[in-house]
């Protein structure tokens, strides 16, 4: 699905209902949304399947995260982490499982006001 003109598509690791609590090597379930200024929409539920462990396991997550910009995890290894960014994928670990509508509210409100220049980049980019 393609995303919305002047939005950020931000996958978020889920293993439970409304938290971000996914580490991103053992998370079989990724919630993907398209977050603009005044604009959320829930995009899809991305299932990982197979085993939770090694290359092959982060290469199929990636492969499957590849249109997004950002990745939410609860925890994330250096390894992967690397592999991401290489990609132009953003990892960013949130500790204490948080609410997500909470998180995707917060980036609403920052893409609103004056997002950073790295996000407004990403946020053009198709």
Do not use: Y
């Amino acid at each position: 699905m393609a995303r919305s003109e002047g939005t950020v598509r931000v996958a978020c690791a889920s293993q439970g209902p409304g938290l971000l609590d996914g580490h991103f090597g053992s998370c079989s379930r990724f919630l993907v949304f398209d977050v603009g200024p005044g604009e959320l929409v829930a995009v899809e539920e991305r299932r990982i399947e197979g085993p939770d462990k090694g290359e092959a396991a982060t290469l199929r997550r990636l492969e499957a995260l590849r249109d997004c910009r950002m990745v939410w995890v609860a925890g994330i290894g250096g390894p992967p982490a690397a592999r991401l960014v290489r990609a132009g994928i953003l990892p960013v670990r949130f500790a204490g499982a948080p609410a997500l509508q909470e998180l995707l509210d917060n980036l609403k409100a920052v893409l609103s006001d004056r997002p950073p220049p790295w996000l407004a980049k990403a946020m053009a980019a198709h």
